[in-house]
């Protein structure tokens, strides 16, 4: 077992002592993980320098430019490690069928998405004077909003990857190992091919790009 497994808190939930039983296909109250809290707040951290940092700035000492692009470097370490996080979870997960699970997501990941896609077509339709066709096909690819597009990833990896929760160790392994070739494969092949403006945003939102940080999560639950 992980040093996070061991670190883990019992949260109450419904077992045979208690007079609560949870329905078939329900998901029991997680167990609370230390290391995870830590590694969430210093995450956020990380996207929040992410988002104050695009470039140098102007007034930006030459002598420090090294230390910036280091920290933006350690920095992009935040989106695979929140997948990280959510494959390990997942892997915990309870829901006993495909069909649970999706309804499950789908209400607590693609309803909240829905709901603020439209929030942000609604406001940017106002600031644009009118609903426009760009702002259309930006909805389509979920790129109303450039930050929706981790929910989407982490959605579409949730819902693919099931599958490899009923894996042997072994065989959950070797998945991971191709899934890091995968992931190799696809990051190197947008780095020796820049794409712009439909094609990037399409690009950012390839789960094949961000796949094996999600299921490396899932096999150390399961060591």
Not at 187 to 212: C, D, K, M, Q
Request: charged share 15%; proline share 5%; no cysteine.
């Amino acid at each position: 077992m992980t040093s996070a497994g061991r670190a883990a808190r019992a949260v109450p939930s419904a077992t045979a002592e208690s007079p609560t039983t949870a329905p078939t296909g329900a998901t029991p109250t997680q167990e609370r993980i230390d290391e995870f809290d830590a590694m969430r707040g210093i995450a956020i951290v990380f996207v929040l320098a992410l988002h104050a940092y695009f470039g140098p700035w102007s007034s930006t000492p030459r002598g420090e430019l090294h230390l910036l692009h280091a920290i933006q470097l350690v920095a992009n370490s935040a989106v695979p490690a929140f997948l990280f996080m959510s494959g390990f979870l997942s892997a915990r997960d309870r829901h006993t069928t495909f069909p649970s699970l999706l309804r499950a997501r789908l209400l607590r990941v693609g309803l909240p998405l829905l709901f603020w896609m439209v929030a942000a077509l609604i406001f940017e339709s106002i600031r644009a004077g009118g609903v426009t066709r760009e702002l259309l096909g930006a909805f389509v690819i979920f790129d109303i909003a450039g930050q929706f597009y981790y929910v989407v990833v982490l959605l579409m990896l949730t819902i693919a990857l099931y599958p490899l929760r009923f894996l042997s160790t072994d065989r959950l392994r070797w998945a991971v190992l191709a899934a890091f070739v995968v992931n190799l494969a696809a990051v190197t092949y947008y780095r020796a091919h820049p794409l712009e403006g439909f094609w990037w945003s399409i690009a950012y939102r390839n789960p094949l790009v961000w796949v094996f940080s999600f299921t490396f999560g899932l096999y150390l639950a399961r060591t």
